[in-house]
């Protein structure tokens, strides 16, 4: 990574840093971006592990965490941070932190939803994958019409800076019905929040403009259709999502073309 790095530790088969990286693109990770303060990897593989807690530069140079030490106590281990830092996580620490092996306390986000129906007989629930600060491998449940009990749970990878779009499609619907979906996020401790209710209404036929643009093979398609979420899927089928960002108005624009589409 690009960012000079001040101390490194290795416990249990992973090397934890504490640096100001900035761009870990040459590794296949993060491109260049705000700095990053503390990152593990494990011994065997340079590839970065789902451990995001972060400090800030703080004050002094300012480079942010300095120094590291692994101890143990009444059978819990700890490794402490000492460094320039004021923030940890976001929150009031300075200069010196310490991080335990548990328990897990933190939730993964809320699921950022969208929907979309083009064809009768289907809805597609897409949704960005999560973040969670010590777990990549995250388990999405998906709820239909304010049940409690979830229709579908799909597992899928994620870090900051890499969030891909996921899809179940809903073939249990008819044209013409209305259906409303929530999802939650799980890191097998702690469960995230349902997200905000999305509704779709079920298409009564086949859409001419976006059935052709998908069969003309387009490698991104945001169809600026959204109702209320702020995540634009991509109906291309290649999972290119987006975001719609200073809170736009919705469904204001007819569409180009003879069809029910409207966009912002």
Same mark, same amino acid.
């Given at each position: 990574?690009?960012g000079?790095t001040?101390?490194?530790?290795?416990?249990?088969?992973?090397?934890?840093?504490?640096?100001?990286?900035?761009?870990?693109?040459?590794?296949?990770?993060?491109?260049?971006?705000?700095?990053?303060?503390?990152?593990?990897?494990?011994?065997?593989?340079?590839?970065l592990?789902? &451990?995001?807690?972060?400090?800030?530069?703080?004050?002094?140079?300012?480079?942010?965490?300095?120094?590291?030490?692994?101890?143990?106590?009444?059978? =819990?281990?700890?490794? /402490?941070?000492?460094? %320039?830092?004021?923030?940890?996580?976001?929150?009031?620490?300075?200069?010196?932190?310490?991080?335990a092996d548990?328990?897990?306390?933190?939730?993964? /986000?809320v699921?950022?939803?969208?929907? @979309?129906?083009l064809?009768?007989?289907?809805?597609?629930?897409? /949704?960005?994958?999560?973040?969670?600060?010590?777990d990549? %491998?995250?388990?999405? =449940?998906?709820?239909?019409?304010?049940?409690?009990?979830?229709i579908?749970?799909?597992?899928?990878y994620?870090?900051? /800076?890499?969030?891909?779009?996921?899809t179940?499609?809903?073939?249990?619907?008819a044209?013409? %019905?209305?259906?409303?979906? =929530?999802?939650?996020?799980?890191?097998?401790?702690?469960?995230?929040?349902? @997200?905000?209710?999305?509704?779709?209404?079920v298409?009564?036929?086949?859409?001419?403009?976006?059935a052709?643009?998908?069969?003309?093979?387009?490698?991104?398609? &945001?169809? &600026?259709? %959204?109702?209320?979420?702020?995540?634009?899927?991509?109906?291309?089928?290649?999972?290119?999502?987006g975001?719609?960002?200073?809170?736009?108005?919705?469904?204001?624009?007819?569409?180009?073309?003879?069809?029910? @589409?409207?966009?912002?």
């Amino acid at each position: 990574c690009l960012g000079a790095t001040q101390s490194v530790l290795v416990y249990s088969g992973v090397l934890y840093s504490g640096s100001h990286a900035h761009d870990c693109a040459s590794m296949g990770a993060f491109p260049d971006q705000p700095r990053k303060h503390l990152l593990a990897q494990s011994v065997d593989d340079p590839k970065l592990l789902p &451990w995001f807690p972060d400090t800030n530069d703080g004050i002094g140079e300012p480079v942010g965490p300095r120094v590291m030490a692994q101890t143990s106590s009444g059978g =819990r281990h700890y490794m /402490w941070v000492g460094g %320039e830092f004021t923030t940890v996580n976001t929150k009031p620490q300075q200069g010196l932190t310490r991080f335990a092996d548990g328990p897990d306390t933190g939730a993964p /986000w809320v699921p950022n939803v969208s929907l @979309s129906t083009l064809t009768p007989g289907r809805i597609d629930v897409n /949704w960005q994958t999560s973040f969670d600060t010590d777990d990549g %491998e995250l388990t999405y =449940r998906i709820y239909k019409d304010g049940s409690n009990t979830p229709i579908h749970t799909t597992t899928g990878y994620s870090v900051f /800076w890499d969030r891909p779009q996921l899809t179940w499609t809903d073939t249990d619907v008819a044209a013409g %019905e209305t259906h409303s979906y =929530r999802i939650t996020a799980s890191d097998g401790t702690n469960t995230s929040a349902k @997200s905000p209710a999305q509704s779709a209404t079920v298409a009564s036929a086949t859409e001419a403009y976006p059935a052709r643009v998908r069969s003309d093979g387009a490698s991104l398609y &945001w169809r &600026w259709d %959204e109702g209320t979420s702020t995540f634009a899927h991509d109906s291309s089928g290649n999972l290119n999502n987006g975001f719609l960002r200073n809170g736009p108005a919705y469904r204001q624009t007819p569409a180009a073309v003879a069809g029910p @589409s409207t966009a912002i």
